[in-house]
T-cell receptor, first 111, second 111 residues
Framework: NAGVTQTPKFRILKIGQSMTLQCAQDMNHNYMYWYRQDPGMGLKLIYYSVGAGITDKGEVPNGYNVSRSTTEDFPLRLELAAPSQTSVYFC??????????FGPGTRLTVT | DQQVKQNSPSLSVQEGRISILNCDYTNSMFDYFLWYKKYPAEGPTFLISISSIKDKNEDGRFTVFLNKSAKHLSLHIVPSQPGDSAVYFCAATVGGGKLIFGQGTELSVKP
């Protein structure tokens, strides 16, 4: 039982490049989330999903896109990367909104 | 508008003493509160929670207190251990909806 896995662990992008952050969970959770954490700040919700085929915006969705074609996977797409997207990205899953299980994070730098 | 605030970015405590981490909130509709713990290079992990119908919840060395009139909650760790050194986030939700996180407090427990 791997829990929530995220790839890659680290990535450096140039301004304007695109990439997809991968997230998978093996707990059969309905809810999945993407957060970003900037230095000295809490976790900000980017997008979330309540089940396959259903996604919704969080607090800071601009510049990102998501899809949820299966229960297990919830990739986050960055189009036209900008320096403001330099952050640590966490994926999480849960059976309810309460006790969320987090992946180890992806540290992204945009230069 | 920061609905959940942790005003102390850091806290240093001697091993064996009590650690008290504080969290304030502004939204009186919040009805469930959680604490998460985060080690460097890892995702946050759920620690303890409390419903707004209670004023105290205890789990081993960890106790969360809720003061609804003051819109304040606190996490007490007794006795503190060096392994408790981590960043602690409080979070709140309305009706099982999305979590709103505070900025985090970095706890350092010195031997």
């Amino acid at each position: 039982n791997a829990g929530v896995t995220q790839t890659p662990k680290f990535r450096i992008l140039k301004i304007g490049q695109s990439m997809t952050l991968q997230c998978a969970q093996d707990m059969n959770h309905n809810y999945m989330y993407w957060y970003r954490q900037d230095p000295g700040m809490g976790l900000k919700l980017i997008y979330y999903s309540v089940g396959a085929g259903i996604t919704d915006k969080g607090e800071v969705p601009n510049g990102y896109n998501v899809s949820r074609s299966t229960t297990e996977d919830f990739p986050l797409r960055l189009e036209l990367a900008a320096p403001s997207q330099t952050s640590v990205y966490f994926c999480a899953s849960s059976q309810t909104h309460y006790e969320q299980y987090f992946g180890p994070g992806t540290r992204l730098t945009v230069t | 508008d920061q609905q959940v605030k942790q005003n102390s970015p850091s806290l240093s405590v001697q091993e064996g003493r009590i650690s008290i981490l504080n969290c304030d909130y502004t939204n009186s509709m919040f009805d469930y509160f959680l604490w998460y713990k985060k080690y460097p290079a890892e995702g946050p992990t759920f620690l303890i929670s409390i419903s707004s119908i209670k004023d105290k919840n205890e789990d081993g060395r960890f106790t969360v207190f809720l003061n609804k009139s003051a819109k304040h909650l606190s996490l007490h760790i007794v006795p503190s251990q060096p392994g408790d050194s981590a960043v602690y986030f409080c979070a709140a939700t309305v009706g099982g909806g999305k979590l709103i996180f505070g900025q985090g407090t970095e706890l350092s427990v010195k031997p």
